[in-house]
């Protein structure tokens, strides 16, 4: 009855302390949340048997301040901890293992390890597409996501291809002036630059702009790159 007790007041002491790293990681803070994560996941390591599904999201957030940080190696690390965890604890196409697989393609992409990013994209989305609907956000940013990839690869024709679904799916599920929208016309605009096909990246440009006119508070860093880029791009045309 008393190791119950405690037990129980040990799982609230590693929710609370999880709860204060998700505070302060979405304030930036990623220091402060990385020392409350910490001392969450090693509570839960105590009171839960090694592989129990309850560690995968503390590594999980760990891998993300990581990731935020730079510190890439460390990010994957703690990403892959929680993605053998919830392999092992979860059914094979649950959302959390395409969260798992997204999480470890970012942190591949941020490395400039595009091969490999591209391997845990695709299989994040192959899981997304089977376990949710057809016009979902989230098969949206892994379009998106896979995109980013081939841009940065350099094959623009791949690039375009993802991030004109990406689009299509976001304009059925988000209103028309959604920031997603702009950062769907944003990157279809970049890939055309990059293509010399400049008066089509100037219409995509033109409606990334307008959208974020719109959905963005005056003088917002992401409305003033796209300015800038519909000004260079005016020079080369």
């Known amino acids: 009855q008393i190791l ?31 020392s409350y994560y910490e001392k969450s996941l090693n509570t839960y390591k105590k009171i839960l048997p090694p592989n129990d599904i309850g560690l995968a999201w503390p590594y999980n957030n760990i891998g993300n301040v990581y990731d935020n940080m730079g510190e890439y190696s460390k990010a994957l690390s703690s990403h892959e901890r929680a993605l053998e965890i919830r392999k092992i604890a979860l059914p094979p196409n649950h959302l959390d293992l395409a969260t798992s697989y997204n999480n470890i393609g970012l942190v591949y992409y941020n490395m400039g390890e595009y091969s490999k990013a591209l391997a845990s994209y695709e299989r994040s989305l192959e899981i ?20 980013l990839v081939y841009y940065n690869m ?5 690039a375009l291809s993802s991030h004109e679904r990406s689009l299509e799916i976001r304009k059925i599920g988000l209103p028309p002036n959604h920031p997603g929208l702009a950062s769907s016309y944003n990157n279809i605009g970049l890939v055309y630059d990059n293509m010399g096909e400049y008066s089509k990246a100037l219409s995509y440009y033109e409606k990334a702009l307008q959208i974020k006119k719109i959905a963005l508070p005056p003088a917002h860093p992401s409305t003033a790159r796209t300015e800038r880029n519909i000004e260079l791009l005016k020079k080369k045309m």
């Open 4 to 34: 119950l007790a405690k037990a129980t007041s040990d799982r609230d002491k590693a929710a609370y302390n999880h709860q204060l790293g998700w505070i302060y990681d979405d304030m930036g803070d990623y220091s402060q949340a990385l």
């Open 128 to 147: 997304r597409k089977i376990a949710l609907p057809p016009n979902h956000p989230d098969l949206a940013a892994s379009y998106n996501n896979i995109g």
């Open 154 to 158: 350099g094959e623009y024709s791949k």
